[in-house]
């Protein structure tokens, strides 16, 4: 609440950073959002993280995949489709228990570690990577709202890599306001980004057949083909309307090995 506080009071400023203007505080609003967990292999999954200070988050024995497709329709850089591939992830020297990051995320750093980041426009790409040390990169990505279905595909270079599809709920009735922490591998560092939303999602828990994930064999996604993936989701989400802020502040640590 008093980061939010703290990045509305910018409201009338300008900044320019790495030669990107931007309209502060760093915002986008109206912008439809998908989202999707699967449980996966955490062991396997640890085996993409770099370093040893961020850990699988454990659901049991456990890890999570995180799917989030926003269609960013206004923002400060303009408008485009960002296909967010993650994996639930703890900060700190050891792993954390199981489950008990869900109760105490800020003790235990919980948050996501970006595995992969396309995006639709150039200038998002230069910003995210640039700025905050996100793995964006320029992809052809769509976002598709139906009656029943939600979806979104990535394509590369001419060729397919994954497609999100999600059972569009009824009603979106649950109002949320949350914040997130994206732990990313920019130039031999550890980077810690946050964000912050508010929406109203209509969820689905524990359904059968409520989303869909479907991967392509670009090597791109070779990695994410051994995890594992539980083919029925853990949760699946959508966001007729979000409005989010990306805070300018950020931290980062030398990534080390043994």
Request: hydrophobic share 40%; with cysteine.
């Amino acid at each position: 609440m008093e980061n939010r506080k703290r990045l509305e009071a910018q409201t009338g400023r300008y900044a320019l950073v790495d030669g990107i203007p931007f309209t502060l505080p760093v915002r986008s609003s109206k912008s439809p959002a998908l989202m999707a967990a699967f449980t996966i292999n955490a062991d396997k999954a640890k085996e993409l993280i770099p370093g040893n200070e961020v850990h699988p988050f454990r659901l049991w024995n456990k890890g999570l995949l995180l799917i989030t497709v926003i269609d960013y329709r206004e923002t400060v850089i303009g408008k485009y489709v960002e296909f967010s591939i993650g994996i639930a992830c703890t900060h700190g020297a050891k792993p954390a228990p199981p489950l008990l990051p869900a109760i105490f995320a800020k003790h235990y750093g919980i948050g996501q570690y970006v595995y992969d980041l396309p995006v639709s426009s150039e200038i998002s790409v230069k910003g995210g990577k640039g700025i905050w040390g996100m793995p964006k990169h320029q992809a052809n990505l769509n976002f598709l709202i139906g009656e029943d279905r939600v979806s979104s595909q990535y394509d590369k270079d001419g060729q397919f890599l994954m497609k999100i599809e999600i059972e569009r709920p009824k009603t979106a009735w649950l109002p949320l306001s949350a914040s997130g922490a994206n732990y990313c591998q920019f130039r031999g560092m550890l980077m810690k980004s946050y964000v912050y939303f508010k929406g109203k999602a209509g969820l689905c828990l524990f359904k059968k057949g409520s989303a869909k994930l479907t991967l392509g064999d670009h090597p791109r996604m070779r990695a994410l083909a051994e995890l594992e993936i539980i083919p029925d989701p853990l949760f699946s989400g959508f966001f007729p309307e979000t409005n989010g802020l990306l805070d300018d502040h950020f931290e980062c640590w030398f990534t080390h090995f043994d």
